[in-house]
């Protein structure tokens, strides 16, 4: 029944994002749709430990945070590429990391790799290895407000 209302979920974002209403494209998004739930119960047979996602406030509010996260580091990036004055120090820090989960870690790569500026290059119990554009970034990295956002979302 997990993987059903997965299915239908993940039709229904296809079918908003999309737009399309021809007979052929609802059945690809369908069978898409169908595939992608099918990979995940594998997945789940796989590793012994189903994840399930819920949508909460909190994480709708982390959403919301870390795209404006994005837009500022965006933003960032652009002017330092743009104005030379501003400084560019590449360098790798180890990052502490005190989350317990493994969706919870794996939210917290993924954030800071799709924050412009960071990636995450390794992934380890208790640390992550992150390279980052300029100091201020890993700065901000090590004060840890994306993490305990995280926390917070209770996943």
């Known amino acids: ?24 494209l609802l059945t690809l998004g369908a069978l898409s749709a169908m595939l992608s739930a099918w990979l995940l119960w594998r997945m789940d047979k796989v590793d012994k430990t189903p994840v399930c996602l819920v949508p909460s406030l909190a994480l ?38 005190n989350l317990s989960s493994p969706v919870q870690k794996a939210l917290y790569a993924n ?11 390794d992934v380890f119990d208790d640390h ?11 700065e901000e990295l090590h004060e840890g407000e994306m993490e305990r956002r995280i926390r917070r979302t209770g996943i």
């Open 60 to 97: 709708l509010s982390y959403g919301f945070w870390l795209l404006w996260e994005l837009i500022k580091a965006n933003i960032n990036v652009a002017r330092r590429i743009w104005d030379p004055s501003l400084p560019v120090e590449p360098g790798w820090t180890r990052l502490p990391v």
């Open 128 to 138: 992550f290895l992150v390279h980052h554009l300029c100091k201020q970034g890993q």
């Open 1 to 24: 029944m997990h993987y059903l209302r997965v299915s239908l979920i993940l039709y229904l974002f296809w079918l908003i994002l999309s737009g399309h209403f021809t007979p052929l």
């Open 111 to 121: 954030s800071i790799t799709l924050t412009p500026g960071t990636l995450t290059a």
